[in-house]
């Protein structure tokens, strides 16, 4: 669960500070949220407040994200930074950015490096990661060999692989053709985790649970995907 109160931000400018998100409060509980809008609206802003990318200027972001069956215990995005970003994984649009190993398993085997410590029981669990996604003959390939597909992939699994208790994706499918756009839809939508997806993917937005429209820094519309959707169309 994920609770904004009167959250805003602002950015230094020539001309002094910039609202770029204007105060928001939300209690964010459903399973699937998708947040739509055009572009330079707010979208990414408001996500990367999700993990503490980005901290609140004024107001508060809280996570309350234990695992499963666990009575979670609200973290601060300010204060417990370090904590809210292992309980909040992060998926960025171009995956490139986020793999950083030479190889598919020592990628998904640095993003397991606090909770295993020794180097055999992290390549086991890297590679049971793998398998899960369906990426465990790719294990020993470069991570430059891969599909803009299998990278996104990839990216997840290295996310997913540390089992945080929400995923935050940030336009996951914009540079995935049609076909991969569907896998990685299929993936997000079928994770046990708590899901957060900004996109420009009417059809996957329609997906959630609660959809989210931004404009001009500000959510203007929360509810139901269909009705958000038409919202967002008449804005267009
Ligand atoms: N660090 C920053 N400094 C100044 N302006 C910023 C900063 N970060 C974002 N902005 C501005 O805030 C606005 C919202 O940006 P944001 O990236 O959240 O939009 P978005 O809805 O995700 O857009 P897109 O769909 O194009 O990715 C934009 O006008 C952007 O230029």
Redesign the pocket.
């Known amino acids: 669960m994920i609770e904004l109160r009167e959250a805003t931000v602002a950015?230094p400018?020539a001309d002094g500070d910039?609202t770029?998100l204007h105060p928001t409060s939300l209690s964010l509980t459903e399973p699937r949220i998708s947040i739509i809008?055009?572009?330079?609206?707010?979208?990414?802003?408001?996500a990367r407040l999700f993990n503490g990318l980005i901290e609140p200027s004024s107001g508060s972001v809280t996570v309350r994200a234990g695992k499963r069956g666990a009575d979670p215990q609200p973290l601060d995005t300010r204060r417990d930074g370090a904590a809210v970003r292992r309980s909040v994984g992060f998926v960025f649009t171009d995956p490139s950015a986020q793999l950083i190993m030479p190889t598919v398993i020592e990628d998904v085997s640095l993003s397991l490096r606090r909770q295993y410590r020794d180097k055999q029981e992290r390549h086991a669990a890297a590679l049971t990661a793998l398998e899960r996604f369906g990426l465990h003959h790719l294990a020993d390939n470069s991570v430059h060999s891969l599909s803009g597909g299998q990278k996104q992939m990839l990216a997840i699994t290295s996310v997913l692989a540390t089992d945080p208790a929400i995923l935050v994706a940030?336009?996951p499918t914009t540079l995935l053709d049609l076909r991969n756009s569907r896998l990685v839809g299929d993936l997000l939508m079928s994770l046990p985790q708590q899901v957060c997806v900004?996109t420009?993917d009417l059809d996957l937005a329609a997906r959630a649970d609660r959809t989210l429209v931004?404009e001009g820094?500000r959510v203007v519309f929360d509810g139901a995907p269909g009705e958000a959707i038409a919202h967002y169309r008449a804005l267009a």
């Not at 809008?37 to 408001?46: I, Y």
């Open positions: 950015v400018s910039v770029i809008g055009g572009n330079g609206s707010g979208k990414s802003t408001l940030d336009e900004v420009h931004v820094g």
